[in-house]
């Protein structure tokens, strides 16, 4: 089975990850593994502790490099999926219906953020002679 290795230092909730030092390898599945966290051996002749990341395209998901295991003559990677990277093409062309947004959106209605609406009324008399007895002036403030 085909396995390329990389290097990213893009965060976690990054959906295009940057992949750099890429390397072709072949390898297998330890037995009694999964599609989401799988076990991958490997041959020793390869330093593969610099490597964080990887992609299997028979599975066509990347993963993430959770733990190297070595023993006699093999390496064993204990893989985690990275399902934003893997599914990306179909997260961004999908289209949503934005209801929350992480800092808050004077956009977008949102019943669980406390919005502050607030009327004060204040009555002054102006100085110097104002020509119309009863003549009113407004001031309005606001901002975020």
């Known amino acids: 089975m085909e396995i390329k290795l990389y290097k990213t230092k893009s965060e976690k ?16 599945l330890v037995e009694s593994t999964d599609i989401i966290n ?12 610099n490597y964080n990341y990887c992609y299997v395209p028979m599975f066509s998901r990347y993963y993430y490099i959770n733990d190297i295991e070595v023993n006699n003559k093999c390496v064993i990677l204990h893989l985690h999926c990275d399902v ?26 949102d019943p669980l953020v406390t919005t502050l609406n607030k009327v ?18 407004l001031q309005v403030g606001g901002g975020n």
């Open 13 to 28: 909730n990054q959906i295009t990850k940057i992949l750099t030092d890429e390397v072709n390898l072949s390898g297998g």
């Open 120 to 137: 004060t009324w204040q009555s002054r008399k102006v100085g110097g002679s104002v020509p119309l007895a009863n003549s009113y002036v």
């Open 84 to 109: 934003l990277m893997s599914h990306k093409n179909d997260i961004l062309s999908s289209t949503a219906h934005v209801t929350r947004s992480k800092n808050g959106s004077k956009y977008i209605k």
């Open 38 to 49: 799988p076990s991958l051996k490997l041959g020793a002749n390869t330093n593969y502790f």
